[in-house]
């Protein structure tokens, strides 16, 4: 487990330096990065960012490899204003930062973004992927929102959600083998949980040797051992997504 001066392991990891080929739009009373596919299409998935926020490039990078698959992909603000945790900030004010922002209260962003997409967009079938604090996002979401079809979890934080595994919709949880924030018994007892209660698609995948974050935090330009494991992650999120959108 992350020690207590650190209580969560989340570094910038590499940051890309990457401009996004979308743009940033006003949706109700949160800010968007939004990237379109040049064919229109009815598909969208909504990517919920990690703790350093919906400007990371990292994160719209994602959403515009989702774009490049055919998606419309939208990536809100769900801080709604709030600042993102920053590299420099001190980690012993992490938890008292991270109350003010509960990944489970994220409902009236989603249902503002859902709106959108559907008038102003045209999207009717919408998934939802997420990262660290936006895979536990996803957890929340996949137990109780009907009008999303799926979601991919990216080493979403368990503990959340420990006691819930009543998914509505069919989920992927991808997690790495040396995550330290989330211990593979905890990882375990999800799987089991999940047998015993959860009456949809589901499937829980373990990367080896990978540390959290490797699916949009590490370059697999500079990191060639990883690399193999950043591209499968990237490449069984989109399957994911095309099974079930």
Not at 16 to 45: L, M, N, W
Not at 108 to 125: N, T
Not at 178 to 187: C, F, G, M, S, Y
Request: proline letters at 5%.
């Amino acid at each position: 487990m992350a020690n207590e001066s650190r209580p969560c392991p989340c570094d910038i990891g590499d940051r890309f330096d990457y401009g996004g080929r979308g743009q940033e739009v006003q949706v109700g009373h949160i800010k968007a990065y939004v990237c379109k596919p040049s064919a229109s299409t009815d598909k969208a998935v909504i990517v919920i960012h990690d703790i350093f926020g919906w400007q990371l490039p990292n994160t719209r990078y994602i959403a515009d490899m989702l774009t490049t698959n055919g998606y419309i992909a939208i990536c809100p603000d769900f801080f709604v204003g709030q600042e993102a945790w920053k590299p420099s900030n001190d980690w012993a004010t992490f938890n008292d930062w991270v109350k003010t922002r509960d990944a489970g209260k994220t409902d009236k962003e989603v249902d503002v973004v859902l709106k959108y997409l559907k008038d102003q967009c045209g999207a009717k079938k919408i998934g939802v992927i997420g990262f660290c604090w936006g895979g536990a996002a996803v957890q929340h979401l996949m137990l109780k929102n009907p009008h999303l079809e799926t979601g991919v979890s990216l080493y979403g934080v368990i503990s959340r959600f420990e006691d819930k595994h009543s998914l509505l919709h069919p989920t992927f949880f991808i997690f790495g083998e040396k995550d330290h924030v989330i211990p593979l018994e905890q990882v375990t007892l999800l799987e089991q949980k999940l047998k015993q209660n959860c009456k949809v698609d589901y499937e829980v995948k373990i990367y080896p040797g990978q540390t959290h974050g490797f699916v949009h935090r590490k370059r697999e330009d500079i990191n060639p051992q990883d690399k193999p494991y950043i591209e499968e992650g990237r490449k069984d999120m989109i399957n994911w997504l095309n099974k079930y959108l």
